[in-house]
């Protein structure tokens, strides 16, 4: 088998349970790098097999056992996961959406958009405007403190956790015990979360987030797992800097899509959201100081 949508002969039966809090496979990191590197690329399953250093059999077995679910599954999921945060969120064509998810056409995308979510990308655009028929002042005020930005690419090390949104706080205090078991000072690093999903669309306990640090010359003998090497991808991204409780992030990003992107004609990129953090962290459970980056076209 070939193609990355799946076959069910070539995979073993839909696995039902979530994956495990930290990723620590280095197998399943290694094709998740591939699989995860560019959303509208499909690489073949023999690709991802041979990223990971197994054979196609075991390759499926391992994911399966690993992640919960069988690889073809992860990868529809997460890509319509992706392409409901585009028609939830933006008012991007819906033809676009479907070729830059992956499809070969707004049909084929439809059906599979109908069979994850029980309802049409455009009966879902549609009840999401029935909700919410009009930008909010607080929309436009907060649409005022974004800005255009341009990111250059930073190598990262980091960790990946599958939760909830409201499990991130946790998640950064478990990345930096291990950091610290590793002798890292934790006063000398910068910190970066890279959110792949998003946390009104993906069910809990599947949102994918990486606690990371910038590559400044971290040890390569250190970077095993649950550590994997990452990368930040620019360069165009609406930057908005938070400062207070961490559930303001949600907040903000909503503005940033409902106000700011259609006022300046942007979609959505195709690569992860990012936080940039200012201070560290770990270092308040209820509090951050950070810049949001959400990729734009």
């Known amino acids: 088998m070939t193609s990355s949508e799946g076959s069910p002969a070539a995979e073993p039966a839909s696995v039902r349970m979530l994956p495990p809090m930290v990723l620590g496979d280095s197998r399943i990191l290694s094709a998740l ?22 054979s196609l059999f075991h390759f499926h077995r391992r994911f399966a056992e690993t992640m ?18 585009v028609v939830l969120r933006t008012g991007a064509p819906l ?3 479907a070729l830059r998810s992956g499809y070969a056409s707004q049909e084929a995308f439809t059906r599979a958009f109908a069979r994850q979510f029980g309802v049409t990308p455009g009966g879902m655009r549609a009840a999401a405007l029935a909700a919410m028929p009009f930008c909010r002042q607080l929309d436009r005020d907060r649409a ?31 990345f930096a015990r291990r950091l610290q078991d590793l002798g890292c000072a934790l006063d000398q690093v910068a ?64 503005s940033v899509c409902v106000a700011w992107l259609p006022a300046q004609g942007k979609r959505f990129g195709d690569s992860p959201a990012y936080e940039i953090y200012a201070t560290p962290p770990w270092a308040k459970a209820d509090w951050c100081s950070l810049d949001f980056l959400i990729p734009i076209t």
């Open 191 to 254: 910190a970066v979360g890279v959110l792949q999903d998003d946390p009104g669309i993906t069910a809990r306990g599947l949102v994918r987030y990486d606690c990371c640090i910038v590559d400044r010359g971290f040890p390569a003998h250190l970077v095993q797992a649950p550590l994997w090497r990452r990368r930040l991808y620019g360069p165009d991204f609406a930057r908005i800097g938070i400062a207070g409780p961490y559930e303001m992030v949600a907040d903000a990003v909503l």
């Open 33 to 54: 790098s591939l699989i995860e590197r560019d959303y509208t690329a499909r690489p073949t399953l023999e690709a991802v097999a041979d990223a990971a250093g197994l």
């Open 95 to 97: 033809l676009d959406t």
């Open 68 to 85: 919960g679910e069988t690889v073809g599954s992860y990868i529809r999921r997460t890509r319509l996961d992706w392409a409901a945060a």
């Open 144 to 174: 005022e403190l974004v800005r255009p930005h341009r990111q250059e690419e930073l190598p990262l090390v980091g960790m990946r956790f599958h939760g909830s949104y409201d499990q991130v706080p946790v998640f950064w205090r478990q």
